[in-house]
């Protein structure tokens, strides 16, 4: 199989540098090796857009999140993606955070971010009541927002299949070599040939380095962050996302509401060998409680709807490394993209698209399709707006999922999109269908017959999240015929 660009991973920013490359007249593929855009990284973690004060002045990082931050409003209004800029406060419990906060104070006006101030103790508990009284001092970041990171991955995956991108799910990478005419990459679904090769793998992207140019320089630290999600039922704590001073394991736990009004509470930072070990445990949902009760002291999970974690890709010297694979010719890497990576990623595609464009002599299109916001959520309409709605389309009438309010025209529709879902988790994240409190109890077996019904499968291979997930093993009459066969 032949195609001018190839892109190793779909996460956020692999999907953004295709959606900004698609501007250019080249042939595009994203492998994924996941069942689904959006599978790693860009689905578990904080959404949090981050100012850019923690980033070390003169970092990449640094560079890449304050451009970011600063073009997350509009980027995400072009998209239809759900932002919100809530500001974050960071906290000084003892003299020596005091001093953490002051330097992260003047690293912050370093790194040209705005809007930052430092507040004292009668400030912070008039701005958020429910704070640790013993609080001495904070850091206001006045642009941290919030996002949310896989609804951003599957527009712009959308976005760039419209231009002509395309998907190829279900393909991990097995090997890299180098050919005279460019690159040879072999999946289990055969072997790609292109002549231009980026690098977006995220936990995998240092051995995809490696890989490409033969020798081992990059090495990722697998670094995996446990959450708790509280339903939205509750009223919000607090309005900021609430940081604690970070360590040298990251920016801390963290009290945050999300975009679409949860409370999430996380992550932890465990160092591990598996990358693909999301396992939640009970010792680190213990320790992000313990440390939530520092800034929260009357934290409670009774309305807790799930946990998940997530594996940030530490690499080893601490920094991004972007741009192209040095002594490898058509190579390009993002490697090491961690948290403030979902930030980051705007940047990081604008900057590394007009790179290689730049490069490799692509030329623009003459035509470019713009991005088509999504319908407004059912569950956000006015009652007008929801009769107009049920009007326009009498699916819209059929309530699915009862707890987040979601139809069955938004759920055929998030089947239809150009990458659109196929399995269970896939319509959850791209409707919230199965998100609520009852975490699909209710509607997974009608959100099911749906995908069977769109996707023309049988019930029997369907899957939750891909792979091996499956939710019906056999039929009843199989059963009893098996039965009776015994």
Same mark, same amino acid.
Request: aromatic share 6%; net charge negative.
């Given at each position: 199989?032949?195609?001018?660009? +190839?892109?190793?991973?779909?996460?956020?920013?692999?999907?953004? +540098?295709?959606?900004?490359?698609?501007?250019?007249?080249?042939?595009? $593929?994203?492998?994924?090796?996941?069942?689904?855009?959006?599978?790693?990284?860009?689905?578990?973690?904080?959404?949090?857009?981050?100012?850019?004060?923690? !980033?070390?002045?003169?970092?990449?990082?640094?560079?890449?999140?304050?451009?970011?931050?600063?073009?997350?409003?509009?980027?995400?209004?072009?998209?239809?993606?759900?932002?919100?800029?809530?500001?974050?406060?960071?906290?000084?419990?003892?003299?020596?955070?005091?001093?953490?906060?002051?330097?992260?104070?003047?690293?912050?006006?370093?790194?040209?971010?705005?809007?930052?101030?430092?507040?004292?103790?009668?400030? #912070?508990?008039?701005?958020?009541?429910?704070?640790? *009284?013993?609080?001495?001092?904070?850091?206001? *970041?006045?642009?941290?927002?919030?996002?949310?990171?896989?609804?951003?991955?599957?527009?712009? !995956?959308?976005?760039?299949?419209?231009?002509?991108?395309?998907?190829?799910?279900?393909?991990?990478?097995?090997?890299?070599?180098?050919?005279?005419?460019?690159?040879?990459?072999?999946?289990?679904?055969?072997?790609?040939?292109?002549?231009?090769?980026? /690098?977006?793998?995220?936990?995998?992207?240092?051995?995809?380095? /490696?890989?490409?140019?033969?020798?081992?320089?990059?090495? #990722?630290?697998?670094?995996?962050?446990?959450?708790? #999600?509280?339903?939205?039922?509750?009223?919000?704590?607090?309005?900021?996302?609430?940081?604690?001073?970070?360590?040298?394991?990251?920016?801390?736990?963290?009290?945050?509401?999300?975009?679409?009004?949860?409370?999430?509470?996380?992550?932890?930072?465990?160092?591990?060998?598996?990358?693909?070990?999301?396992?939640?445990?009970?010792?680190?949902?213990?320790?992000?409680?313990?440390?939530?009760?520092?800034?929260?002291?009357?934290?409670?999970?009774?309305?807790?709807?799930?946990?998940?974690?997530?594996?940030?890709?530490?690499?080893?010297?601490?920094?991004?490394?972007?741009?192209?694979?040095?002594?490898?010719?058509?190579?390009?890497?993002?490697?090491?993209?961690?948290?403030?990576?979902?930030?980051?990623?705007?940047?990081?595609?604008?900057?590394?698209?007009?790179?290689?464009?730049?490069?490799?002599?692509?030329?623009?299109?003459?035509?470019?399709?713009?991005?088509?916001?999504?319908?407004?959520?059912? /569950?956000?309409? $006015?009652?007008?707006?929801?009769? !107009? !709605?049920?009007?326009?389309?009498?699916? /819209?009438?059929?309530?699915?999922?009862?707890?987040?309010?979601?139809?069955?025209?938004?759920?055929?529709?998030?089947?239809?999109?150009?990458?659109?879902?196929?399995?269970?988790?896939?319509?959850?994240?791209?409707?919230?269908?199965?998100?609520?409190?009852?975490?699909?109890?209710?509607?997974?077996?009608?959100?099911?017959?749906?995908?069977?019904?769109?996707?023309?499968?049988?019930?029997?291979?369907?899957?939750?999240?891909?792979?091996?997930?499956?939710?019906? $093993?056999?039929?009843?009459?199989?059963?009893?015929?098996?039965?009776?066969?015994?």
């Amino acid at each position: 199989m032949q195609t001018d660009i +190839l892109i190793i991973g779909a996460g956020v920013v692999g999907c953004a +540098l295709a959606r900004d490359l698609s501007r250019y007249t080249a042939g595009i $593929t994203v492998l994924e090796a996941a069942a689904d855009v959006a599978e790693g990284a860009s689905k578990a973690n904080s959404g949090i857009v981050h100012a850019g004060f923690d !980033a070390h002045a003169g970092s990449v990082k640094a560079h890449y999140n304050v451009r970011g931050a600063e073009m997350y409003p509009s980027y995400c209004a072009e998209l239809g993606v759900p932002y919100r800029q809530n500001g974050a406060l960071v906290l000084a419990f003892s003299p020596e955070d005091r001093s953490t906060i002051e330097a992260l104070y003047r690293q912050g006006l370093d790194n040209g971010v705005k809007g930052l101030r430092i507040l004292e103790r009668d400030e #912070i508990l008039t701005l958020e009541p429910l704070t640790n *009284a013993q609080v001495v001092c904070a850091l206001l *970041a006045e642009t941290s927002g919030l996002v949310s990171p896989y609804e951003l991955t599957f527009a712009l !995956a959308d976005h760039a299949a419209v231009n002509g991108v395309q998907f190829q799910l279900d393909t991990p990478v097995t090997a890299v070599r180098r050919e005279d005419s460019g690159w040879t990459v072999a999946t289990p679904r055969g072997e790609w040939h292109c002549r231009i090769l980026i /690098n977006c793998a995220g936990a995998s992207s240092a051995w995809i380095h /490696n890989q490409m140019t033969g020798r081992e320089e990059h090495h #990722i630290v697998n670094r995996r962050g446990q959450y708790w #999600i509280l339903d939205h039922a509750s009223p919000l704590p607090f309005r900021h996302t609430m940081f604690q001073c970070p360590t040298k394991m990251g920016k801390g736990v963290l009290v945050a509401p999300t975009v679409h009004g949860n409370v999430l509470l996380g992550p932890t930072a465990e160092d591990i060998d598996d990358p693909l070990d999301t396992a939640t445990t009970a010792q680190g949902l213990d320790d992000v409680l313990q440390a939530c009760r520092l800034t929260w002291p009357q934290v409670n999970v009774r309305t807790a709807v799930t946990n998940f974690s997530g594996i940030r890709a530490h690499e080893e010297k601490g920094d991004f490394i972007i741009g192209a694979v040095q002594g490898c010719k058509h190579a390009y890497e993002t490697v090491g993209v961690e948290s403030p990576g979902l930030t980051s990623a705007p940047a990081i595609a604008a900057e590394l698209s007009a790179l290689i464009a730049a490069a490799e002599e692509l030329a623009k299109k003459d035509s470019w399709v713009q991005a088509k916001p999504l319908p407004k959520p059912f /569950n956000e309409m $006015t009652p007008q707006e929801q009769a !107009a !709605a049920c009007a326009q389309d009498p699916l /819209n009438g059929r309530l699915i999922c009862r707890c987040e309010v979601v139809t069955e025209a938004e759920i055929r529709r998030a089947i239809r999109r150009p990458v659109g879902a196929r399995s269970i988790d896939g319509v959850k994240r791209r409707t919230r269908a199965g998100m609520g409190r009852c975490q699909g109890g209710f509607c997974a077996p009608r959100v099911a017959e749906i995908l069977s019904e769109e996707l023309q499968l049988p019930m029997t291979q369907l899957t939750k999240n891909g792979g091996d997930s499956l939710l019906v $093993t056999s039929t009843l009459v199989q059963a009893m015929k098996e039965a009776q066969t015994k």
